[in-house]
């Protein structure tokens, strides 16, 4: 049980063009998920937190209109990089956390490369 | 100074042998305590998860907590080369929504 998974797992895009990832969670409903990065050899940092229904909230630093965040259900949310620059290729990673519960489990990730 | 520390190894080991990664701590309200194991270019995957101090067992995994020490330990006993991965602790406030705080992680090699 509490199976995050993503798509793509791996995608390639021109510099300025927008790409969208998705993170669900198979087997379990998820009021809130949350969305990282992850560079080479360095751990998760936070970008933003989700809570279906509602705005997502950003870390500071993190560009909100540049990583376009929706959750518009209990067991989808989407991350869209848009207007992509090669800076921003990197390893994002989704989490999703079980209503009531404490755990996060994550998804596989998504290797984005921006030429 | 980070709020949670981890020594980034590498840590190589002979299989069979009992391995022992740790983080420290300083901001003494995290309560909620977490091992995920990181293979490359995977995700993080929950290994343990404990509350407060004390000792929980899973299998081979073994994790402590020590709150008066600001200190974790995830102890791996009969290490196998399929171990081998980036093992990150991470903490949570239990006040404080639902954000984890991670260390920067340990990569373990265990050798044939």
């Known amino acids: 049980g509490a199976v995050v998974s993503q798509h793509p797992s791996w995608v390639i895009c021109k510099s300025g063009t927008s790409v969208k990832i998705e993170c669900r969670s198979l087997d379990f409903q998820a009021t809130t998920m949350f969305w990282y990065r992850q560079f080479p050899k360095q751990s998760l940092m936070l970008m933003a937190t989700?809570?279906?229904?509602?705005?997502?909230?950003?870390e500071q630093g993190v560009e909100k209109d540049k990583f376009l965040i929706n959750h518009a259900s209990l067991t989808l949310s989407t991350l869209t990089v848009t207007s992509a620059h090669p800076e921003d290729s990197s390893f994002y990673i989704c989490?999703?956390?079980?209503?009531?519960?404490?755990?996060?489990?994550f998804g596989p990730g998504t290797r984005l490369t921006v030429t | 100074q980070k709020e949670v520390e981890q020594d980034p190894g590498p840590l190589s080991v002979p299989e069979g042998a009992i391995v022992s990664l740790n983080c420290t701590y300083s901001n003494s309200a995290f309560q909620y305590f977490m091992w995920y194991r990181q293979y490359s270019r995977k995700g993080p995957e929950l290994l343990m998860y404990t509350y407060s101090s004390g000792n929980k067992e899973d299998g081979r995994f073994t994790a402590q907590v020590d709150k008066s020490s600001k200190y974790i330990s995830l102890f791996i006993r009969d290490s196998q080369p399929s171990d081998s991965a980036t093992y990150l602790c991470a903490m949570r406030r239990s006040n404080a929504g639902n954000m984890l705080t991670f260390g920067g992680g340990t990569r373990l090699m265990v050798k044939p």
């Open positions: 989490s999703a956390k079980l209503a009531g519960g404490g755990e996060q489990y």
């Open positions: 989700s809570n279906e229904g509602s705005k997502a909230t950003y």
